[in-house]
Structures are given as C-alpha cells and as structure tokens.
C-alpha cells in the first residue's frame, strides 16, 4: 500500500463498555478497508483523553456506558474545541431523538448491521469529500471570502488542525489561526464547528 492510500483512510476510535459489542464493531470494521481504527476503548474518560490526542475522523460511541455517557464524550470533545463525525450504536432506540439533537452524523442499532454501516460510512464518504464545489464557492462569494481562506475552510471541512492546515499550505500557526479568526467574523459565527455546519 502507498502512502497516499494511508493518507486517505477515515481514522477511528470505538468506545463501548461491553466487550462483545467491541469485538463485533472490530469483527465488522475489519471488513472495510478504508477505514482505520486506532482504538477500541470500553473507558470512556480514557477514550476522551485518547481522542484528543489522536484526533480521529469518526468516533463510533455507545450511548449508555458508566461514569460516562455517550453524550458526555460527545460535549467534552466539542468543549475542548474538536469537532469529529459522531456515530452512535446503542440497544435502544429511545436515544434518537437526543442523539439527532446531539448532531450526530449517525446512529446504529445494536447488533449493528453490516449493510447499515455500509451505507452510514458510505453517506460520511460523500459529506467529507473536497468541498471545492459550486455550495463553496458561493459561500465564498457571499461572504467576500478570500481564495486562501477559502483553502483553509477546505481542510477545516477534513477536520485539520490549524497546524496541520499551516504544514499543507506552508504557513506558521499563527497565520492559520488569524485566517480563521477573520473567517469566522466575516461569516459571522462565534466557532469553527458552526461555519462547517453551514457549509
């Protein structure tokens, strides 16, 4: 495999409290390539801690879990300014109304099924590729976006960090962090989560 192929899988972590749920998720998981998943975590306290480290993609989180809930993951990721796809998997289906509240990207039932999953991460395909498109570059007019910052929204859209926009587009952190600021005052939100909910 090249690099390139590494390059462009979705990276993910998985965390339930039950151990046969996690192995079923690693049974199934294994089965699409494109995705790979760094970590299986039945801690969710630990698994927040991991997910700020490693930031990845897709975080695949059961709902009902001890000290923690699903949920909670959810607010401490977006309180600590990080913002990946959320797909929940729980056993009841009462949840979906919170989890659409949520803005979850997904929620699976459990025994989570292959063909659903197939076509949940299908759908994530769509929604996270190169937004250079015609919706962007609209919003781009609309909003008297500069073609830099327009750059820097398209890997905002990948979930990049500002260091990992400035090492693509060979600025120093500082400078990302100032394109994002002007962004987001010209767009007129108060956070990067919003901008990308509105794109």
Same mark, same amino acid.
């Given at each position: 495999?090249?690099? +390139?192929?590494?390059?462009?899988?979705? !990276? $993910?972590?998985?965390?339930?409290? =039950?151990?046969? $749920? &996690?192995?079923?998720?690693?049974? *199934?998981?294994?089965?699409?390539?494109?995705?790979?998943?760094?970590?299986?975590?039945? @801690?969710?306290?630990? #698994?927040? $801690?991991? #997910?700020?480290?490693?930031?990845?993609? %897709?975080?695949?989180?059961?709902?009902?879990?001890? +000290?923690?809930?699903?949920? @909670?993951?959810?607010?401490?990721?977006?309180?600590?300014?990080?913002?990946? /796809?959320?797909?929940?998997?729980? #056993?009841?289906?009462?949840?979906?109304? !919170? $989890?659409?509240?949520?803005? #979850?990207?997904?929620? %699976?039932? !459990?025994?989570?099924?292959?063909?659903? &999953?197939?076509?949940?991460? =299908?759908?994530?395909?769509?929604?996270?590729?190169?937004?250079? +498109?015609?919706?962007?570059?609209?919003?781009?007019?609309?909003?008297?976006?500069?073609?830099? =910052?327009?750059?820097? *929204?398209? &890997?905002? &859209?990948?979930?990049?960090?500002?260091? =990992?926009?400035?090492?693509?587009?060979?600025?120093?952190?500082?400078?990302?962090?100032? /394109?994002?600021?002007?962004?987001?005052?010209?767009?007129?939100?108060? @956070?990067?989560?919003?901008?990308?909910?509105? *794109?």
């Amino acid at each position: 495999m090249g690099l +390139n192929d590494d390059h462009q899988k979705t !990276k $993910a972590i998985v965390i339930d409290d =039950e151990a046969e $749920a &996690l192995t079923r998720m690693e049974y *199934i998981l294994d089965k699409f390539p494109e995705i790979e998943v760094l970590k299986y975590l039945a @801690d969710p306290t630990k #698994a927040v $801690a991991i #997910a700020k480290r490693t930031k990845p993609d %897709l975080v695949f989180v059961d709902v009902e879990m001890p +000290n923690k809930s699903g949920f @909670d993951v959810v607010a401490d990721l977006r309180d600590a300014g990080y913002n990946p /796809h959320f797909i929940f998997i729980t #056993a009841y289906s009462h949840y979906s109304l !919170k $989890a659409i509240k949520a803005e #979850a990207f997904d929620y %699976l039932l !459990k025994p989570v099924d292959i063909d659903e &999953l197939r076509e949940t991460l =299908e759908r994530y395909k769509e929604k996270t590729a190169p937004k250079t +498109n015609e919706k962007l570059a609209r919003f781009a007019e609309a909003h008297k976006l500069t073609d830099r =910052e327009v750059q820097v *929204i398209e &890997l905002l &859209l990948q979930n990049k960090t500002s260091q =990992e926009i400035g090492l693509a587009l060979e600025l120093s952190r500082h400078t990302v962090d100032t /394109h994002r600021r002007r962004i987001l005052g010209k767009v007129g939100v108060k @956070d990067t989560s919003e901008l990308v909910r509105m *794109i």
